[in-house]
């Protein structure tokens, strides 16, 4: 797992670089995976290569460790957690707060400890707060982070912005890893801009925009294309030596 700062929102990116068990494999096919990656190569020569030295990452994978199990809830709370600090410091932090309330969090235990409790684990007032609040908004329904699946990306997008302490970063983050939506590019990752400076060799970190601007010919499969980024950014681990046959 990768939890890293970037520029538009200080959320976490937790993807399938973690160890340990996560939800499992996500509900899109090896044939719907081949099949974005297919139409992704055919038309950037630049994807092609980065398949090509590090394989087709499944987008959708969210490994915690079994943390959140299959609650968006607590899947939610997890990337608040993580804000600005380290995987494994994030980890510490949730699983202090998953012991005080002995299971998954919900909603209304969640609320119950309030923003002091919360604290005392080691979590920054802000973050503290931003897990009251989002706790409170599902109780009190103006939030539903369970069901969004009914919402178009722009929609579920908006709900979740307008939590207090979830950017638009964080949204994206949530609608790949928990959502499984197909198309989202999270320009505002700063590993995402790094690797499209690198890869298509430019002079200066891109902004923003530009990284919008050059990933609209990756719809509708841009989530596939970030996978890919992502991975561009580790090294590539040699196959191991083939072994000699002796006659």
Do not use: C
């Amino acid at each position: 797992m990768t939890i890293s700062a970037n520029e538009t929102d200080a959320g976490p990116r937790i993807d399938a670089r973690a160890a340990g068990a996560g939800r499992g494999t996500p509900p899109k096919s090896v044939d719907v995976r081949l099949a974005g990656y297919a139409a992704l190569t055919r038309g950037d020569p630049v994807l092609r290569r980065i398949v090509a030295s590090h394989g087709r990452p499944n987008p959708f994978l969210w490994e915690d460790g079994g943390r959140t199990e299959s609650s968006n809830f607590a899947a939610l709370l997890l990337h608040i957690a993580g804000q600005q600090i380290s995987t494994e410091v994030a980890f510490v932090l949730f699983d202090r707060v998953r012991a005080a309330l002995g299971g998954i969090p919900e909603p209304e235990s969640v609320a119950a400890l309030g923003p002091e409790r919360l604290r005392a684990f080691g979590l920054s007032r802000a973050k503290a707060e931003y897990m009251t609040g989002l706790a409170e908004l599902q109780m009190a329904g103006t939030i539903d982070v369970e069901h969004l699946d009914h919402l178009d990306d722009a929609q579920a997008i908006a709900s979740l912005t307008s939590v207090r302490g979830v950017g638009r970063w964080s949204a994206e983050m949530f609608l790949i890893h928990q959502l499984h939506r197909p198309d989202i590019l999270p320009a505002g990752d700063l590993g995402i801009r790094r690797a499209v400076e690198a890869e298509w060799a430019m002079r200066e970190l891109p902004s923003i925009r530009e990284v919008d601007d050059r990933a609209r010919s990756w719809a509708p499969y841009r989530s596939y294309a970030a996978a890919l980024l992502w991975s561009s950014r580790r090294p590539v681990t040699p196959a191991p030596p083939r072994k000699m046959r002796h006659e």
